[in-house]
């Protein structure tokens, strides 16, 4: 195909565009819409997914040693069969007077200055692998000899991978249902287009026009629309994404959040923002014409 027929034929698919303005700004909305809210649970499912691994990097397992036990006996006996369990990243043995000077410094309350070493225990701070299997953990380090007490937040992190669990399964559910939504508004604002020109392109399938070159119009109205769209979501997110971070800078009762920055994500948001909406608007643009295609 010569280089002049490329450019009728995506100078006809702008054409398109602009013939069709209502329906055009209708099927740039839906798609701007669909994306953001997709892009909205996608980037909520990265910051809670970020939470649980900072989680898991910050909380730990504290493991009480038996009062009976001395500081060496502890640290002699214990520790070793603690590094051996599975999930058990690292071990650090922590004896009553640096609990009692780490329990100082967080709180320095002039009040405790005569406390005693006594009053704290000896325990372990037990690092783990794989946080989803705190409670598994927590019931072996039970059993290890010489442990009289197990402290770990199992409650807290079960709920909140339960919680990250439910929001990746709801986001892939409304990926997946807002594509076809889109892929619908999509292809019926191009069948519109088409059916206005149902005689030309029957016409032109009969003095031997290819498909492709009846089809082409139509697939680069669709891929401009797709981009155009994609384009305008991601500055949507972006704006809407730095009024989040901000806000969330600046309320104190979740000042303990770290939101990933967008700086970090954009590429990924900008790249599957463009792909999805060239993608959509390929596909209704080969969906729209194929049954004016049959003559």
């Known amino acids: 195909m010569k280089l002049s027929k490329y450019g009728y034929l995506i100078g006809e698919g702008f054409r398109n565009i602009f013939t069709h303005g209502f329906m055009s700004f209708a099927s740039v909305t839906i798609i701007i819409a669909c994306l953001i ?84 225990r000896h325990r372990f701070v037990v690092q783990l692998v794989d946080l989803s299997l705190m409670d598994e953990t927590r019931g072996e380090i039970e059993l290890v000899d010489g442990i009289e007490k197990v402290n770990a937040p199992t409650d807290f992190v079960d709920k909140f991978i339960s919680v990250r669990n439910v929001i990746s399964i709801v986001s892939l559910a409304l990926i997946v249902i807002l594509g076809f939504v889109s892929l619908f508004i999509m292809s019926n604002t191009i069948k519109l287009a088409t059916y206005g020109r149902r005689e030309e392109i029957a016409i032109m399938k009969m003095v031997g026009a290819s498909n492709s070159f009846i089809r082409c119009p139509f697939i680069v109205e669709g891929l401009a629309l797709g981009l155009i769209g994609g384009g305008l979501a991601f ?61």
């Open 235 to 295: 500055l949507a997110q972006w704006g809407l994404y730095a009024a989040l971070e901000s806000k969330v800078a600046q309320t104190l009762a979740i000042s303990f959040i770290e939101i990933v920055p967008f700086t970090n994500v954009w590429p990924f948001v900008l790249g599957t923002f463009l792909a999805v909406g060239v993608l959509v608007g390929a596909v209704g643009g080969v969906i729209a014409i194929r049954n004016y295609l049959k003559v």
């Open 37 to 120: 809210v997709m892009g909205s649970f996608t980037l909520l499912d990265i910051n809670v997914n970020q939470i649980v691994d900072d989680i898991g990097d910050q909380n730990q397992i504290l493991a009480y040693v038996d009062e009976s036990m001395s500081a060496q006996e502890a640290s002699a006996t214990i520790q070793t069969k603690l590094e051996a369990l599975d999930n058990v990243a690292s071990v650090d043995f922590v004896s009553r007077s640096e609990a009692r000077n780490d329990f100082m410094e967080k709180y320095d309350d002039s009040l405790m200055e005569g406390i005693d070493d006594e009053v704290f």
